[in-house]
């Protein structure tokens, strides 16, 4: 057979290939418009609202059977009193002092990880450092330091991030440099052959490729380190002469304003969600997400 007769215009119809035009067009659609409650369902975050609302519709139940403000107080008691916090300026100032002490530790912490893990990627005397460290280090609970935070430190901020950055550390560690060793090893040559080494190394080949671990990581960090705050205030009180949430908690445990405590503890979940949902969940999108690395 020539070259010619293997050729055809374009959009012309080849003789040997029947269309049946009628068929073509009864066949049916193979995506359709999704109805109204399956674009609602389609929804994450009506989903998440969904289940909140439960939630609260529990708590509300529970807390009427209980009938006892002072063991369980309702939602709707909990929202009265979370509502004259927000309004009266004391819980947002309460917020704001625990949130400046977490941010400083939270950064000490994530550049202490920077350093150990690139040194672990550098050298194999840094991979046993930062074993050794890790394996004394992390299964150590960061409040059992506190006492000494406090000999170190002083009664202030100062010990309350120095145990911060114990809780971070370990956990955004682990995860970095074991995100860096599941780099495939063909990228790692990539990087080699370009001439890439040391920190240009590191930031155009290792942190892109390992950063799903690495935000898995900062997650981790995030929760260690958010707890351990309020636990932190929760034990030892104020810091630089003004208590965050966790103070906030105690003080109101003391003068049985239970309604009021629990508007502390739905704070702390509320300042929970919005990082979780709202800071990760934009880095997320517009990094792992854009780059194709998650389904």
Do not use: C
């Amino acid at each position: 057979m020539s070259e010619t007769s293997l050729a055809s215009p374009i959009g012309a119809e080849r003789p040997e290939i029947l269309i049946d035009r009628a068929a073509a067009t009864s066949m049916p659609v193979v995506e359709r418009p999704l109805s109204a409650a399956e674009w609602i369902y389609d929804q994450t975050w009506l989903r998440k609202a969904a289940i909140l609302i439960a939630l609260a519709l529990a708590w509300e139940a529970y807390g009427r059977y209980l009938n006892n403000e002072l063991l369980f107080p309702t939602f709707t008691a909990t929202a009265r009193a979370f509502w004259d916090g927000v309004v009266s300026g004391v819980i947002p100032a309460r917020a704001w002092t625990s949130f400046k002490v977490l941010i400083a530790g939270y950064a000490i912490g994530i550049l202490i990880a920077a350093i150990l893990t690139t040194l672990a990627i550098a050298s194999r005397i840094g991979t046993d450092f930062l074993e050794v460290l890790t394996s004394m280090f992390n299964p150590l609970p960061a409040i059992a330091l506190l006492p000494l935070a406090l000999i170190w430190f002083g009664l202030g901020s100062g010990s309350i991030i120095f145990v911060l950055v114990h809780s971070v550390t370990w956990a955004v560690a682990l995860n970095t440099h074991s995100g860096f060793l599941a780099v495939s090893k063909t990228l790692k040559m990539v990087g080699r052959n370009y001439g890439l080494r040391g920190l240009r190394y590191v930031g155009s080949i290792l942190i892109p490729a390992a950063f799903p671990s690495i935000l898995t990581g900062l997650k981790i960090g995030w929760a260690f380190a958010w707890r351990t705050l309020i636990a932190a205030e929760l034990v030892f009180g104020v810091s630089s002469g003004s208590g965050g949430l966790g103070w906030f908690i105690f003080e109101n445990k003391n003068q049985l304003d239970i309604p009021t405590v629990f508007a502390g503890l739905l704070t702390v979940i509320l300042i929970g969600l919005f990082v979780e949902n709202f800071v990760f969940r934009t880095i997320e999108n517009r990094t792992i997400a854009q780059w194709g690395m998650q389904s």
